[in-house]
């Protein structure tokens, strides 16, 4: 996979191309376009999610802003002194990273949060580039399954080799670590498979890489 600079005019996937356009005639005041990273220019440890949310991200055009999962990603962040606000609502509202940069495996909003394989690897090009832009010491933290992969795919590391575990750190190359982190999605927080002191103790063991 070639790495590539974020474009905010992407359209190579006419699925969700064509999705974004619909979602825009909807919700005219929406962002609806590719999401850019957002944070620290110069991160060491960069957090890594699934997708925009319809009504987050695909509407304040900022990660994690406006939704449910961004509740309890920056409140937890703020908790453990990485941000300077306890919550993000939209994108002009102050709030910044300390230390750190949020982005998507994927970074446009797909139908049912599902994006297809296609999909993700068409978009992997631009997470290849932000991660090289890294220190060769960073960190990254996975929220989730497709986030986990996207980063090894993106650093052309083989899945099988490091298999995805709430809470696991795996050595990467050039001195790199990941964390894995349930996704912070609804979904998962109302069920219980991820609850607010399991994710701030996953957060915290990335924080506590990044900044020993």
Sequence with gaps: MTARRFDPGCRACSRLATYLDEVSERHPDYHARPVPAF???????????????????NRTGRPFTGDHAGILLYETLYQLGLCNLPSGTHAEDGLKLLGCRITNAVKCVPPGNKPTTA??????????????????????????????????????????????????????????????????????????????????????????????
Excluded: W
Excluded at 39 to 55: K, S, T
């Design 39 to 57: 944070g620290d220019e110069a991160p060491r440890l960069l957090i890594v999610g699934l997708a925009p949310g319809m009504h987050g991200a």
């Design 119 to 212: 999909e993700i690897r068409s978009c992997n090009g631009f997470l290849r580039a932000e991660i090289d832009a890294l220190e060769t010491d960073a960190v990254l933290l996975a929220l989730g399954g497709i986030a986990h992969r996207a980063i090894l795919t993106a650093l052309d590391l083989s899945p099988s080799r490091f298999p995805f575990a709430h809470g696991g750190v795996h050595r990467l190359m050039n001195g790199r670590r990941m964390v894995d982190s349930y996704h912070c999605s609804r979904y998962n927080t109302q069920t219980k498979r991820l609850t607010s002191q399991m994710f701030k103790r996953a957060l915290k063991k990335a924080r506590d890489l990044t900044f020993p």
